[in-house]
């Protein structure tokens, strides 16, 4: 294939040459931007939290009538009973927080007693010897807690923390080595002892200021009672979802009345918990998503209107090409390479155009750099894109009769 | 001479529905999409009391100092107990309130129902008069009240539907937490959004209206607890709520109206005044490093409009501009394709005015009709944004008539915008060139 003579011939469509190239690196420009985002946000929100979210359910509690701290803790300690023995509950324990829940606490833990000196943040969660049954977790070395180890804290400045179970990347934080069963860190003024590591267990937090600090969880032997009022996280047994979901918060009411459970939002399922979590991740990666479908789909119909344009203004010049004996796989590929050369100019400066873009994103929004490969892949598919488009219109051009040539207009 | 040059559009345009269809979809498409994504945008970037705030102020005090700074430098952006209750003491703006969120519950009157959790806002009397918060019956408390931490209650509309079928219930009681609250005034609809008399706690955007506002004394007297966020430096040394007032652990907001140059100047003055003296009496060991912003540089500051809403509205920008692109490349084959036409009229007489307004007509009429069409994906989409974002940010954006209006400026504004380098082309046909080759 000779490029000279379409070199030639798209200086006499200057303008049209350079619109569509224009075109084809604007779209590549934002089609790469907006496939970066879309796996960004499919990285973060595929992000598994570590326990059993389909079988588990999430009460937020409050009692009416201010109880004392005595009281409030008799009132969990019943409240736990009474969810133990519904018919379809696993197993159930009170805590403060849960994973995707975005609210909890985070303290800094580290080898000294100092504030300063710690080495990373950690949520920590609220536990008792009931919680590695309930949320379905791997205990991969030490011991879950006992009962005689679980206390009542007033609030989160009277915790005792006297034995921890950490997840296991917090524990590999901690002691690369991998000798962190049994050693003491520091939450407080007092130190901690490991007492066991689960594998995963992710934060509460799914927005960014924990994404360095996603899967560094701790658990404490303690359960709090405030009037901010308990939450329990259940464990229902297979097939059982629906009825407890329906039937709980009237089991809490008949073996107590006193107390709120929002109608709205008192009982959630994790799994929905987790839908709420990511919802403006999801939405993100849908919208553009759906931009990249309708940015592909303008350009390669605006391909396809121009090639049809142009090979209909040069029917008489293809009838005299195969009438001087061009076959016409000639012709169709001559339209082919016209493509690709537009296509080519148009992915350079798109390139260019991509990561500028990104740089200026990184810049005002704060996003992360983009890996090349995005352009590498969105050359690809603008330049097949292009190949694609202008078939159609260059196998109408290939099929232009010789006689054409006789033609006049 | 208008209608011919309709006339001329639409027959061009029916004689190539293919491409018209094309170019009508490619402007209705970039339209729609800019168009979805700016509703979210005007939705969440909104002045939410335009013709006061810049004469409401936050101010932000240091009272962590260096350690607990983050990387910009900025002090925490709300307030410690002590520091809440040292700046109303000393009252040195017009109006000003502390204020933080409770969640107490309430008893419903009536056997059997079970008691609800109510949330709201504790604040000082000045809250009311400082936002201008609307009243449809009674007012809010007295400096009074704050003081003697009176057990009286503002409560919303909408509470007051649902607890006295609307009805003017100024003076009655309600029970929360326990103790009966005399009820002194009932809001008229006040949804302000962002929310920005609480930021801290909402992060910009709420779909559920605070239910009470109750005086900020009484609720620290009760040891109504804070229901919102609570950020601490360090562990609190001593238990419970009491403990938490005597922490640096920040939760409460506070607002300040100062009317004037001279007011800002003298506040900021204060504040200085203020850490200093923290710093002598030993509380400090820092320089001053306070903020004072008014409504919309505080609503700034804090990210109030997600970066998301404006990295999505750029992306859609980008979109209408390949669409642009798209359509002037085939309005621009277009037109030429029809130089012979061009070159049989302009020989007979027309000038290139003329031929500027035929093509325009035409391009206008895309435009048009691709405004309709965006129409349609526009509200789509509004509708749509509720299945994709979250619910307290969609529920803002929606579809009024100043929105449809926009859609068709935009389209029919963009079409001429792109038809003008082809229109340009057209009118540089020379009559000549054209009858002499064919």
Redesign the interface.
Known sequence: MQIKPILAALRHHK??TA??A??IA??L??VC??LF?IRQRMAHLSRPTGVDEASLLVIQN?????PSTDEMSSLMAADLATLRQLPGVADAYATNAWPLGNGGISFGMGYTPE??ASVTSTAIYFADQHTLPTLGLKLIAGRNFQADEIRQA?????MALSEIIVTRDLAEKMFPRGDALGKAVYL?AKPSTIVGIVERMQVPWVYSFADNWAERSTLVPDQLS???GDNYVVRVKPGQMDAVFDGVSKAL?AAN????I?PRDGVQRLSDVRT?AY??D???A???G??CV??LA??A??IV??TS??V??RRKQIGVRRALGATRRNILDYFLTENLLISTGGVIVGSVLAVGLNLG?IA????NRMPLAYVGVGVLVVLLLGQLATLAPALRASRVSPVEATRS? | MFSYYLELALRSLKRSP??TL?MV??IG??VS?SMT?YSVFRAVSGDPIPWKSSQLFVPQIDMWGP?GRGADGEPPNALDYIDAVALMRDHRAKLQSASYRV?P?M?VPGSGR????ISGHAVYSEFFPMLDVPFAYGSGWSVDADTNQAAVVVISGKLNQKMFDGQNSVGKTLDI??KDYQIVGVLGKWDPQPRFYDVVDTGGFDTDTDDVFLPFTRAIAV?M?N?GNTSCN???????FA?MQRSSCVWIEFMAELDDATAIQKYREYLDGYALAQKSAGRFTWAPNNRLRDVPAFLDNQHVV???T???LL??L??L???L??T???L???FL?RSSEIGVRRALGAPQAAIYAQFLTEAGIVGLAGGVVGLVFTALGVLGVG?????DIAALAHVNFSLLLLTLVVAVISALLAGL?PTF?ASRVQPAWQLKS?
Request: with cysteine; hydrophobic share 45%.
């Open positions: 303008s049209g619109l569509i224009l075109q604007l779209t420009a934002i931007n907006a985002i409050q009692w009416a009538g201010k504030k300063q007033k609030d989160v400045s009277s407080s405030t009037l901010r009411f009345r006193l107390r709120v929002s709420k919802k403006s999801r939405g993100m849908i919208m553009m759906l931009i309708v940015l303008i350009t119909a605006g209107g121009l344009f142009w209909g203004q994103l005002y929004f704060e996003l207009v | 293919g491409l094309l979809l490619a498409f970039g999409a994504t350690a969640a519950t008893e079970h008691p609800i959790s937490g326990g040891n607890n229901a360090s562990n609190p040394a001593e238990a419970g403990g997600p970066s998301d404006k990295v999505s992306v859609a980008g979109l501009i390949v669409c692109v798209n002037v490349g085939l621009l084959a277009k394709r299945m994709v974002l979250p619910k380098y082309r064919n």
